[in-house]
């Protein structure tokens, strides 16, 4: 029996190589790194500065982790498909418990899906009466002539068919979807909004802070940048705007925790215009003459000449 | 399949695909195809998927790319059934006193795979209720090492065990 199980275990081992090249390291690796590199916006130096100041297990995570829960219901049909069915119930279940349906009414999707079989004609009702007729049959004497195993393979490729349709309208397919193009570029630190003591606000993600330093990808232009601790006069953690991100179909808690949205990125303000008779705008000024007032700048120019 | 030779040896019509692999001493003793049954999973498969997707192309809301993939997966499946059936036309278990072949015929190719009787060293044979209502079973070699080959739905399978039996062991009467 010893013998026979290490045969089994080989084969299958063999059989699911796709699977378990997915979830091995490399490709592990190479999902997070291709998901870095779209929070960086594509630009390497960002992502490697992400990969510097987090722990390479974190950004591991917290790269594929939001992955998951759009690409369970997919991949639970891909494995009803490939009739691996185990993996296929499981990633079923998963997929009610954890990702998100964009559609509230699921019940009454699943009960529309049938309506026109339902509502057929005559004709088309006994064609799939008949074929029901024969799949049941058929389905019986696999599972008492062939074997259980058998039997669950042929039913889940056969569900896999049959969901298709209902698992395209409660998930949207995860290309060209904005709501997940949104997702995927979301960085996995909760976004925060800062306010600085010079009253500038922005929507950022808090990379690392040694006590001094505090290092922030901000969320608009995608850049690293640091600001002194002291500088930072208010953080509050906010959600970014993006599509209100729907419920699982099976959800454990009846309500999210609020959570304050995060204000949209304001464009840059336009340059005022400078009066003939000022000589420095007050952001032009050097550092040095702030406080003095455009004697100052009038000074600098002496001195320039 | 088509063309049936005769062996030198025997007066036994063997189908082609199984003759080219005989040696020339050597003596066929059963050539067997599988039981029909075999088709029953893929027939299963290919009617369920035609049923589902003749239930849910209606659902129109979805648009045409998604019915479009869940024919194809149908289309898929009825062909995998009739690569099935073209597989057990061309498939043969062939036993002789030397060695046990198995020949598979896929669209893909054919796999040709050998095993030396003498190095069977246990057989045994799984009937379900269905196979015994309908005279097939499922015959497990195993040999030397961790290697075991399971060949399933096998016809005549009380006939079939014995002349195994008797080969994997045989009479000392006959060596004398």
Sequence with gaps: ?305 | MSRLRMPVNTMEPIPYTVYRYLLPHERQVLTVRRHPAALIPPAASAVGGLLAAAAVTPFGASGTTVETVVWLLAGGLLAQFAAAIYGWFDGYVVVTRQRIIFVTTTILGRRVEQFPVEQAKELEVKRSSAGRLAGYASFVFEFDGPVQRVIEFLPYPDQLYLELQGLIFPDPADDE
Aim: charged share 15%; glycine share 6%.
């Design chain 1, 1 to 305: 029996m010893a013998a026979l199980n290490a045969t089994q275990i080989l084969r299958r081992l063999r059989r699911s190589t796709p699977v378990a090249l997915i979830l091995s390291p490399i490709g592990l690796l190479i999902v997070s790194a291709a998901r870095l590199l779209i929070i960086a916006d594509y630009n390497p130096t960002t992502a490697l500065g992400l990969l510097s100041s987090q722990s390479y297990v974190n950004a591991l995570l917290g790269t594929i982790v939001p992955l998951v829960p759009l690409l369970m219901p997919y991949a639970a049909l891909l494995f009803l498909v490939t009739r691996r069915v185990v993996p296929g119930l499981l990633a079923l279940l998963g997929t009610a418990l954890i990702s998100p349906t964009n559609r509230s009414d699921a019940a009454h999707v699943l009960s529309a899906q049938w309506h026109p079989v339902l509502d057929g004609g005559f004709f088309w009702q006994a064609l799939l009466f008949v074929m029901a007729l024969a799949f049941t049959i058929l389905l019986l004497v696999e599972l008492a002539g062939v074997s259980p195993a058998s039997f669950a393979r042929s039913a889940g490729v056969v569900a896999s068919i049959a969901l298709l349709p209902l698992v395209v309208v409660l998930y949207s397919v995860p290309i060209g979807n904005t709501a997940y193009v949104d997702l995927i570029r979301q960085p996995w630190m909760p976004a925060e909004e800062i306010t600085l003591t010079s009253n500038q606000e922005f929507t950022g993600y808090v990379l690392s802070s040694d006590g001094y330093w505090l290092e922030v990808l901000t969320a608009d232009d995608r850049t690293i940048k640091y600001y002194r601790v002291s500088d930072i006069r208010d953080r509050q953690i906010c959600r970014p705007p993006q599509k209100e991100q729907g419920r699982p179909l099976i959800a454990l808690t009846s309500a999210q925790a609020p959570v304050p949205a995060c204000p949209s990125p304001q464009p840059p303000p336009a340059p005022e215009p400078v009066p003939g008779w000022m000589l420095y705008r007050i952001a032009d000024m050097p550092k040095a003459c702030l406080g003095v007032g455009p004697i100052c700048g009038l000074a600098r120019q002496e001195e320039g000449k």
